[in-house]
């Protein structure tokens, strides 16, 4: 039986702290929206108690959300929470998101503190966090570099104070994907009341290995995964939301699904990507524009004879228009056919020979061969059939 994953999306959160990439409540607003209607289970509106214009967007975003869960993040501190329950006044379901550091790391050389006493201010903030009427995620910061049986016990405890969700973050993106899925599966069998929460995930990718992580966090036992759109975040960046749906979607063995609409995933990540003026990089997975283009000769004649001999994603199915064929010095004779017909001519034999070697003169001079220098070249063809 398929296993329904939960996505909490943290673009707004965790994405916005990206330097230069900060959005006003209006913008924080239109993307929500957005993020609705892709189906997107839980956003993360912001961090109440950082600034007015981050409450003010919580506030905002709370009122036009019908069905989506609005998220706050606090710290685990009386004036965060109350701050973050004032402002989710407005939603229809909210959720306050607090914890503290479970590593040995955060622990001495963040809070000054002890084992002991980040545990119990842990459990406090989650008792008191649900005194407000929402739902409560507790986050064990730093938990891919946390002491196992500290963190299960930590866990254990925060479930017991009330936690709905317990969020096990690789805040650092240390962690290798066998070792945090097993780190998952050591809670499922050593927390005992575990199955009255649900466990979410929260990976960075300073080692490149976010999405691989959350995809063996999920394996493992999690139910939710925190991410962004085109992976955007704190230093390197989060999981990426995309990749992590689409992986989801190839691979049907994983016995997990999400409520995404991969067809809305190409529109709302140029949304993102513009409000936030942080372009995507061609080759990203899923949404770069070099994702769905072929410019390498024995690609684009495997790609010309059957698409899915070089595409395990039919474009359109992630709202991408068309794939493409990019002319290069690497492109071959198939290729070239293609486009030129596309131009309306047809050469083959050696018309099509001759009008290849002049193009290989050209390309060797030009990174990519657009549609004019084709037709500078078929105007030098001593002879040329139209198609």
């Given at each position: 039986?398929?296993?329904?994953?939960?996505?909490?999306?943290?673009?707004?959160?965790?994405?916005?702290?990206?330097?230069?990439?900060?959005?006003?409540?209006?913008?924080?607003?239109?993307?929500?929206?957005?993020?609705?209607?892709?189906?997107?289970?839980?956003?993360?509106?912001?961090?109440?108690?950082?600034?007015?214009?981050?409450?003010?967007?919580?506030?905002?975003?709370?009122?036009?959300?019908?069905?989506?869960?609005?998220?706050?993040?606090?710290?685990?501190?009386?004036?965060?929470?109350?701050?973050?329950?004032?402002?989710?006044?407005?939603?229809?379901?909210?959720?306050?998101?607090?914890?503290?550091?479970?590593?040995?790391?955060?622990?001495?050389?963040?809070?000054?503190?002890?084992?002991?006493?980040?545990?119990?201010?842990?459990?406090?903030?989650?008792?008191?966090?649900?005194?407000?009427?929402?739902?409560v995620e507790f986050y064990a910061e730093d938990a891919g570099r946390a002491d196992l049986a500290f963190l299960a016990e930590?866990?254990?405890?925060?479930?017991?104070?009330?936690?709905?969700?317990?969020?096990?973050?690789?805040?650092?993106?240390?962690?290798?994907?066998?070792?945090?899925?097993?780190?998952?599966?050591?809670?499922?069998?050593?927390?005992?009341?575990?199955?009255?929460?649900?466990?979410?995930?929260?990976?960075?990718?300073?080692?490149?290995?976010?999405?691989?992580?959350?995809?063996?966090?999920?394996?493992?036992?999690?139910?939710?995964?925190?991410?962004?759109?085109?992976?955007?975040?704190?230093?390197?960046?989060?999981?990426?939301?995309?990749?992590?749906?689409?992986?989801?979607?190839?691979?049907?063995?994983?016995?997990?699904?999400?409520?995404?609409?991969?067809?809305?995933?190409?529109?709302?990540?140029?949304?993102?990507?513009?409000?936030?003026?942080?372009?995507?990089?061609?080759?990203?997975?899923?949404?770069?524009?070099?994702?769905?283009?072929?410019?390498?000769?024995?690609?684009?004649?495997?790609?010309?004879?059957?698409?899915?001999?070089?595409?395990?994603?039919?474009?359109?199915?992630?709202?991408?228009?068309?794939?493409?064929?990019?002319?290069?010095?690497?492109?071959?004779?198939?290729?070239?056919?293609?486009?030129?017909?596309?131009?309306?001519?047809?050469?083959?034999?050696?018309?099509?020979?001759?009008?290849?070697?002049?193009?290989?003169?050209?390309?060797?001079?030009?990174?990519?061969?657009?549609?004019?220098?084709?037709?500078?070249?078929?105007?030098?063809?001593?002879?040329?059939?139209?198609?």
């Amino acid at each position: 039986m398929s296993k329904q994953i939960q996505i909490f999306d943290t673009t707004l959160r965790d994405g916005e702290q990206v330097p230069g990439c900060q959005l006003t409540t209006k913008e924080k607003v239109a993307i929500a929206r957005e993020l609705e209607a892709l189906g997107v289970d839980v956003i993360e509106a912001g961090f109440p108690i950082s600034s007015p214009g981050d409450f003010q967007s919580v506030v905002e975003v709370s009122k036009v959300l019908k069905e989506t869960v609005v998220c706050a993040l606090t710290r685990a501190k009386k004036e965060d929470i109350d701050c973050a329950a004032e402002a989710l006044r407005y939603a229809n379901r909210g959720r306050i998101h607090t914890g503290i550091g479970s590593s040995d790391v955060h622990i001495k050389n963040k809070f000054f503190s002890s084992r002991e006493q980040v545990l119990e201010q842990g459990v406090w903030a989650v008792a008191y966090a649900k005194e407000k009427g929402h739902e409560v995620e507790f986050y064990a910061e730093d938990a891919g570099r946390a002491d196992l049986a500290f963190l299960a016990e930590m866990i254990e405890a925060v479930i017991a104070a009330g936690a709905d969700v317990v969020n096990i973050p690789d805040t650092t993106g240390y962690c290798l994907p066998d070792a945090f899925g097993k780190r998952i599966q050591y809670l499922t069998e050593h927390v005992s009341n575990i199955h009255n929460a649900v466990i979410s995930i929260h990976c960075h990718n300073d080692l490149g290995m976010a999405t691989a992580n959350t995809i063996s966090g999920l394996c493992h036992g999690a139910r939710q995964a925190e991410v962004t759109i085109n992976g955007i975040g704190e230093r390197a960046g989060n999981t990426s939301l995309e990749e992590v749906a689409m992986i989801l979607d190839t691979h049907s063995n994983l016995n997990c699904h999400t409520n995404i609409k991969p067809e809305k995933i190409y529109a709302i990540s140029k949304l993102v990507s513009g409000m936030m003026r942080m372009p995507v990089q061609p080759n990203k997975a899923i949404v770069g524009s070099n994702a769905f283009a072929h410019s390498s000769g024995i690609h684009q004649d495997g790609f010309l004879k059957h698409a899915e001999n070089y595409e395990i994603i039919n474009p359109a199915k992630v709202g991408v228009p068309s794939s493409s064929i990019v002319l290069t010095a690497r492109s071959g004779r198939a290729a070239l056919k293609h486009r030129t017909a596309l131009l309306g001519y047809q050469f083959d034999g050696e018309e099509l020979n001759l009008l290849y070697e002049n193009f290989l003169t050209i390309a060797d001079q030009k990174k990519i061969i657009a549609d004019e220098d084709l037709m500078m070249l078929v105007g030098l063809m001593p002879a040329l059939v139209r198609s």
